[in-house]
């Protein structure tokens, strides 16, 4: 077994955390990067379509080629990083010292550190957690197990396909199913509104003719030995199948495209407080949770549209865990609690101190259009034409605004108002 | 092909343990043929997992039922510890809410002394919160059995196969039998999809198609297995509370109620329903809400608090073969001369499988008049696949310093290393399955059995397959179906040929 010793341990080696590691290297400390896989750069590896860093690079750029920037840029840092290490266990030993125990093919490393930044992503909600019955043939997959089946093993999964809720990766999957020769016969998406982007409702389903049944459900599968067709039926107000309305889709794979949750075992593990609402743990503005020095980023803090987003969160977790050992821990004393108000249906950071510019990252709950997004103990207010529930509301709020907030008010409450 | 002494007809709980009981003895050429591309897929794949104390047989009624379920209960301690099959003996407590049902649940407490069941007890109130902190407010008292474990069946039969493999036994997979070879009134073997396979002894064990096997051979024609379903519920690992003995609602006349249990593997399982299907629907292992959702509204009787839906990771289906008024047929035919039929083993088969098969030796020799002979190198222990989960850090490092496939991790939820599906493939090999599926490597070393249930790992595992068989990616088999149906550059040169041919010419 090995010893080590950093000033953070960074926990994925995708997108948030490369900008984890880059940015707590720019700001002096020591990381070292862990990751599982066999190369850095997390999903992204797989995404061989365009709509990447928009916000971060103001280029429209594809998956690849945008962690390939970050990626130089980690390389041209001299950044440390650990492939094809598995993180077996984090152990919390005292308020400045954690570790981290690391499996690599190597052997055992453990690596001690005063701050942990998480970032190990997301994992895809599976068939049985979205309650589809039926049989249990072959030729079901996860939109994002096709899609590194597609495009990084250069494997087509099926010929005749039915997509299961209208995510993102779902989404981007029915074009690539399409370019590949295959059949996408529907997209089925329970809600009465599309789970994904609307740029990718467009560029992916419109622009190749590929219907998207709204407030429709899979209720049956149906293969003895691989798919062989869906049962589809229209569901009411309560998401409830109608009787009646059943009808059969031929086809011989379902690709679930039902959303991400954040992937924090071992965060839960080290008993961190998790935020039902974004199933990611309760942070701070410096996206520190409630275990002092452990910051999280990127989908395992909230499941991100883009991976922009993804990527200044690794940035703020590595400020933060730059004043976390400069310190010897965060110097704020009053925190405010951010609470969720009209038509808002999970916002991060969940708690507030005011000293530096916040970042918020909010989603809705229903679509909404003509809007203010407000924050009235602030009297902070900002138009919006439209809100959608899979499009993330994002603001900064500086420093000089919330300074202005009385010092003993426990909370601020962000919400959406109809014009 | 060879001749054998004995063909099995499949590979499951009661045909693996008869392999391996007929594998103590010399003489004993023994083969399974299984239709399936592995063992246990069948009844023995999905059940309660429950080694059952045997007070709930009734002895008058079905005596055979009564004695080789107490008897299979004592034997797999000894199997289990033999052969390293996950096995726990937590008690199980039948759990009672009003006077009927008390009523009813203390018959079986007579059955218990009838069949020498120890320690059956009726507990109550505090005593029974202390055994089980996590039961429910409505429990008013249960009936304690504590001699009642909980196994991983599908891992039982790997285990059983390989030791009796180990010790000569052969096994056939992928072999559907089509006909029993009957000449002069005597068996002479059995037509599979594989071929013709010659034996003296055919003993029918198979499973929710038994019935149509003994039609093959001639006997028990009005015989007739109708297929019941059971519908379970399976729960993250990473739950509270979980309970802690086997915990079940009192039995009615066509199910042994629902039970809730934590597996040996950590995960909380509910279930099941009780379903009579039509004769032909033997392979209908479909869900369905109605189902789960009495699953889920029968469990909350038993706990105090069930897991939210939401930890869910997995739904599936189970078919028992019950035969006609609940009775085993178990019986050595002289006409034809050397058939066998174990046939409608339902509940509790997986408890009396290791006495079932030495009853149905015992039986063969006697019939047969076959005098068994102890082999003196017969070898009783087999060593479970050598896995990191659990092992401390530095016996990890230990193995990771012999072996660096170990330092490599494939499957996340369940710290499987690369090295473990190495370790599979071949002991898969070794017993001589064809397909190397993903579902075998899943049922012996957990790939794809955790919370994310195989978006991280199985196309992890397919590449170590793939490697390691030398077949394309796309070919590996998950199931009963390849992974991909084939590689995007040559779907599209195909694609591509199709439009330019007429230019080409």
């Given at each position: 077994m090995k010893f080590l010793k950093y000033d953070t341990v960074i926990i994925g080696g995708g997108p948030a955390g490369i900008a984890a590691a880059i940015k707590a290297t720019e700001l002096g400390l020591k990381p070292i990067l862990v990751e599982n896989r066999d190369l850095l750069g997390g999903i992204p590896l797989q995404c061989i379509h365009p709509g990447f860093g928009l916000h971060y690079f103001r280029e429209d750029l594809t998956g690849t080629q945008f962690i390939t920037r970050l990626l130089d840029k980690l390389e041209s840092l001299k950044v440390e990083y650990l492939l094809r290490a598995h993180v077996h266990s984090i152990e919390y030993i005292d308020y400045d010292k954690k570790l981290v125990n690391v499996i690599t093919p190597q052997g055992v490393m453990r690596i001690y550190a005063k701050t942990i930044i998480y970032a190990t992503g997301a994992r895809e909600r599976h068939i049985f957690e979205i309650g589809v019955v039926g049989d249990r043939p072959d030729g079901i997959y996860t939109a994002g197990e096709a899609q590194t089946l597609m495009d990084i093993y250069g494997v087509l999964p099926g010929k005749e396909i039915v997509i299961i809720g209208s995510g993102d990766v779902g989404l981007i999957m029915a074009r690539r199913f399409t370019l590949e020769g295959a059949k996408v016969k529907a997209v089925v998406e329970i809600l009465p509104y599309p789970g994904g982007l609307m740029r990718n409702i467009l560029q992916c389903l419109v622009d190749f003719n590929i219907p998207l049944l709204l407030q429709h459900t899979v209720v049956r599968i149906v293969g003895r030995k691989r798919v062989e067709k869906v049962v589809v039926a229209k569901v009411d107000e309560n998401l409830r199948p109608i009787d009646g309305t059943e009808f059969e889709i031929p086809c011989d794979t379902v690709v679930v495209s039902a959303g991400l949750r954040p992937n924090i075992d071992l965060l839960e593990k080290l008993g961190v407080?998790?935020?039902?609402?974004?199933?990611?743990?309760?942070?701070?503005?410096?996206?520190e949770t409630s275990i002092p020095g452990v910051f999280v980023a990127g989908n395992a803090l909230v499941i991100n549209d883009l991976v922009d987003y993804a990527v200044e969160q690794g940035e703020i977790a590595a400020e933060g865990a730059k004043v976390f050992v400069d310190n010897g821990g965060m110097p704020t004393k009053n925190w405010k609690y951010v609470k969720k108000g009209r038509n808002i249906r999970l916002v991060v950071p969940q708690m507030i101190g005011g000293e530096r510019d916040v970042v918020i990252y909010a989603r809705v709950a229903q679509p909404e259009r003509n809007v203010f997004v407000e924050i009235p103990e602030l009297n902070f207010r900002m138009f919006h034409f439209g809100v959608r529930p899979a499009e993330m509301i994002r603001f900064k709020i500086g420093r000089n605004i919330l300074n202005k907030i009385n010092e003993n008010a426990d909370k601020i409450t962000i919400q959406v108002k109809p014009r | 092909m060879k001749k054998f002494r004995v063909v099995i007809i499949g590979a499951g709980i009661v045909g693996a343990s008869i392999a391996r009981i007929l594998s103590m003895y010399e003489n004993f050429?023994?083969?399974?043929?299984?239709?399936e591309p592995d063992v246990g897929w069948g009844v023995s794949k999905a059940n309660t997992s429950i080694i059952h104390p045997?007070?709930?047989?009734?002895?008058?009624?079905?005596?055979?039922?009564?004695?080789?379920?107490?008897?299979?209960?004592?034997?797999?301690?000894?199997?289990?510890?033999?052969?390293?099959?996950?096995?726990?003996?937590?008690g199980e407590l039948m759990v009672f809410t009003n006077e009927d049902e008390e009523k009813q649940a203390r018959e079986y407490i007579k059955l218990a002394q009838l069949n020498g069941v120890p320690g059956v007890r009726v507990v109550y109130g505090e005593e029974l919160r202390f055994l089980e902190p996590s039961i429910g407010d409505d429990a008013k008292g249960a009936v304690y059995a504590p001699t009642a474990g909980v196994i991983s069946p599908f891992e039982a039969v790997i285990a059983i196969v390989e030791n009796a493999v180990e010790n000569g036994a052969k096994l056939l997979t992928e072999a559907e039998v089509t006909g029993i070879r009957v000449y002069n009134s005597t068996v002479k073997g059995v037509e599979t999809t594989q071929g013709f396979v010659e034996a003296d002894i055919?003993?029918?064990?198979?499973?929710?198609?038994?019935?149509?096997?003994?039609?093959?051979?001639?006997?028990?024609?009005?015989?007739?297995?109708?297929?019941?379903?059971?519908?379970?519920i399976l729960f993250?690992?990473?739950?509270?509370?979980?309970?802690?003995?086997?915990?079940?609602?009192?039995?009615?006349?066509?199910?042994?109620?629902?039970?809730?249990?934590?597996?040996?593997?950590?995960?909380?399982?509910?279930?099941?329903?009780?379903?009579?299907?039509?004769?032909?629907?033997?392979?209908?292992?479909?869900?369905?809400?109605?189902g789960l959702d009495y699953v889920y509204r029968e469990a909350t009787k038993l706990l105090k608090k069930l897991p939210p839906k939401s930890k869910i990771i997995r739904t599936f289906a189970g078919l028992r073969p019950e035969p006609p008024n609940g009775q085993w047929l178990i019986k050595a035919y002289s006409n034809p001369w050397g058939f066998v039929n174990v046939a409608g083993i339902r509940s509790p088969g997986l408890t009396a499988a290791p006495a079932i098969a030495e009853y149905v030796v015992e039986l063969v020799a006697n019939t047969y008049d076959v005098k068994l002979i102890r082999k003196g190198s017969w070898n009783p222990y087999r060593h479970d696949i050598t896995r990191l989960s659990g092992k401390s850090l530095s016996e990890i490092d230990d193995l990771i310093r012999k072996n660096p496939d170990y330092g490599e991790i494939v499957c996340y939820c369940k710290m499987v290393s690369k090295a473990e599906v190495l370790e599979a493939i071949d002991r898969m090999m070794k017993i001589g399955i064809k397909t190397i599926t993903l579902d075998g490597l899943k049922f012996r070393i957990y790939t794809g059995f955790g919370k994310c249930q195989g978006s991280f790992c199985r196309w992890r595992v397919a590449k170590v397959v793939s490697d390691k068989l030398s077949i394309p990616y796309y070919d590996v088999v998950v199931k009963k179906s390849s992974y991909g149906i084939g590689e995007i550059k040559i779907l599209w040169s195909k694609k591509v040929g199709e439009e330019n041919e007429v230019s080409k010419v």
């Open positions: 407080v998790v935020d039902p609402s974004t199933g990611g743990p309760v942070v701070n503005e410096y996206l | 050429d023994v083969v399974i043929v299984e239709k045997g007070h709930e047989e009734d002895p008058n009624k079905y005596p055979l039922r009564a004695k080789l379920c107490v008897k299979g209960n004592q034997m797999w301690r000894t199997w289990a510890e033999e052969l390293e099959i996950p096995v726990k003996w937590p055919v003993i029918n064990a198979a499973g929710l198609y038994a019935d149509k096997i003994s039609h093959l051979a001639g006997v028990e024609l009005d015989f007739y297995i109708r297929p019941r379903k059971g519908e379970y993250d690992e990473n739950i509270e509370p979980k309970p802690l003995k086997i915990l079940h609602t009192v039995p009615t006349h066509i199910t042994k109620g629902v039970y809730a249990i934590t597996t040996v593997h950590g995960n909380v399982l509910i279930g099941p329903t009780a379903e009579d299907l039509p004769l032909e629907a033997r392979d209908d292992a479909s869900t369905s809400v109605k």
